[in-house]
Structure formats: C-alpha cells, structure tokens
Antibody, heavy 128, light 108 residues
C-alpha cells in the first residue's frame, strides 16, 4: 500500500525549532518529487515547500529563510526543518507525493504536476 | 505570484443536483490546473489533473474543463459522499503551487 506518515508535530514556543518527518512506503521514493502543504484547521490549503528528485528545493515566501526541506532516499524519508517559528506557522503539516507527467505536443513537451498521495498530517502549534 | 480564486465559496445542493464550481487564475496557467476534494479530518484527494484528466478511481460524474485563466469542476449528479470542500490548484509555476481558497458543498 502506498502510504505517507508524518511525525514530529508538537507545541513549540515562538522562535523555537522543530523537525517534521514524513515516512514513505509502498513506492520507489527516489522517483518522486515531494512537497509539504499546511492547513490551519477550518481554513484552506497552503503550499509550503518542495524538493525534487535531484534535491532542488523551493519555498513559499512566508517560510523562506526559516524552513528547510530535505530528503533521505535511502530511508524513504522527507523532512521539514522549521526554525524561528511564529504563531502563523500553527497548522497541520502534510507531505504529498507529486507526479510529474510529460506530454509531447506539436510545439514541445509539457510537464503536468499533481499531488496524488497525501499523508494525514502532523500538528504544529506555536504558542508561549 | 499567481493567485487563485474560487466561486462560490460555499453552496448548498441536494442529492442528484448538477453542481458547478469555478476557479480563476490571476494570469494564464494554460491547462496546469488540478482539483482536489477534502472531507473533514481527511487528507485531500486528487480528482482532476491537467484541467480535465480524471484521476484513476474517481467516479465519472466528476469532470473538469477550461484553459487559460478560467476553469470549472462539474459534478453531474451529486451523491451523498460528495459533500466536501473542493480546492483548485495551479501547477503552472511548478514546483511552486498555489491553491484556491476552497468551495464547501453542503446539503440543502
């Protein structure tokens, strides 16, 4: 069974640090880009960060310079290092597998990205 | 940055109704648009990718259309299990994604 399981969420003080983990199983982890998405309970989805199969990373402006995404393909694991956290970082953090599908058209090749597998999330609460 | 909007923000419908949700991008995103369904306490579930491609295992009553800046998700005959919140997501600027604010579909 294809599965993603997050862990590491906790109550942390403003300015503190924590590391989230995402354990993958049931698929070849190294073949996929991986992303983190967060959601404040009762609110919408917010994209946080991504790492591709080559290790290239991207971040939302709201977390850039504070969060760091990484992966260990040998351990089928994805991580999110969260530093200098703020109250606005309080949310449920989920990891997601991203499929990159290429289509060849008359004017070139197009790559469609979509999140086809999600974890259930881990809760981060930032409060003093 | 590409901004996504959805309308309506919520709607009430009955079982068997045809439901249409609209998503608009702040600039052209060609067909780089995905739709997700989320039920309370659950992870999002991919319904449609590349604007109109149905994800494997998703019922055929779900369909997507559009290109450029305007997109729609249609549920042809609403079923009890379809009451949920629906999000659009652009992947034009991949690997940076943006989600719409969501549309909640509840029972009339």
């Amino acid at each position: 069974e294809v599965q993603l399981v997050e862990s590491g969420g906790t109550l942390v003080q403003p300015g503190g640090s924590l590391r989230l983990s995402c354990a993958a199983s049931g698929f070849i982890f190294s073949d996929y880009d991986m992303h983190w998405v967060r959601q404040v309970p009762g609110k919408g989805l917010e994209w946080v960060s991504s790492i591709d199969t080559a290790g290239d990373t991207s971040y939302a402006g709201s977390v850039k310079g504070r969060f760091s995404i990484s992966r260990e393909d040998a351990n089928n694991s994805l991580y999110l290092q969260m530093n200098n956290v703020r109250a606005g970082d309080t949310a449920i953090y989920s990891c997601a597998r991203v499929v990159v599908e290429g289509y060849s058209g008359g004017d070139g090749t197009y790559y469609y990205y979509y999140m086809d597998v999600w974890g259930k999330g881990t809760t981060v609460a930032v409060s003093s | 940055d590409i901004r996504m909007t959805q309308s309506p923000s919520s709607l009430s419908a009955s079982v068997g109704d045809r439901v249409t949700i609209t998503c608009r991008a702040s600039q052209t995103i060609r067909r780089y648009l995905n739709w997700y369904q989320q039920k309370p306490g659950k992870a999002p579930n991919l319904l449609i990718y590349a604007a109109s491609s149905l994800q494997s295992g998703v019922p055929s009553r779900f369909s997507g259309s559009g290109s450029g800046t305007d997109f729609t998700l249609t549920i042809s005959s609403l079923q009890p299990e379809d009451f949920a919140t629906y999000y659009c997501q652009q992947s034009y600027s991949a690997p940076i994604f943006t989600f719409g604010p969501g549309t909640k579909v509840d029972i009339k």
